[in-house]
Nanobody, 124 residues
Framework: QVQLVESGGGLVQAGGSLRLSCAASGRTFSSYVMGWFRQAPGKEREFVAA????????VYADSVKGRFTISRENAKNTVYLQMNSLKPEDTAVYYC?????????????????WGQGTQVTVSS
């Protein structure tokens, strides 16, 4: 079993920044993809960003390109999401997720494990 624990959410004014962290523990395979998703009230969960095992390959939702950066530290089994120039429409619960193989994907149904989520609120 794999456990994912997110941290770093909070309340920030529009234009501000936050950095989310997600630590993985448990029985991960030797290489795995990690991603971030978010879900706003009344909306479906949506893809935000994902990163390959090596960190050389990343993919972003159009809505966050140029503002968010995903990165990882494999020695710490941790993935980060640096969020800059935040907008009120970025307000959501942010979830960390893991695919237990080196398969970069934007699809929710391809992720094997999920964290409990962390709230990000951006005030106008």
């Amino acid at each position: 079993q794999v456990q994912l624990v997110e941290s770093g959410g909070g309340l920030v004014q529009a234009g501000g920044s936050l950095r989310l962290s997600c630590a993985a523990s448990g029985r991960t395979f030797s290489s795995y993809v990690m991603g971030w998703f978010r879900q706003a009230p009344g909306k479906e969960r949506e893809f935000v960003a994902a990163i390959s095992w090596s960190g050389r390959n990343t993919v972003y939702a159009d809505s966050v390109k140029g503002r968010f950066t995903i990165s990882r530290e494999n020695a710490k089994n941790t993935v980060y999401l640096q969020m800059n120039s935040l907008k009120p429409e970025d307000t959501a619960v942010y979830y960390c997720a893991l695919i237990n193989k080196n398969w970069l994907s934007t699809r929710i149904d391809e992720y094997d494990y999920w964290g409990q989520g962390t709230q990000v609120t951006v005030s106008s």
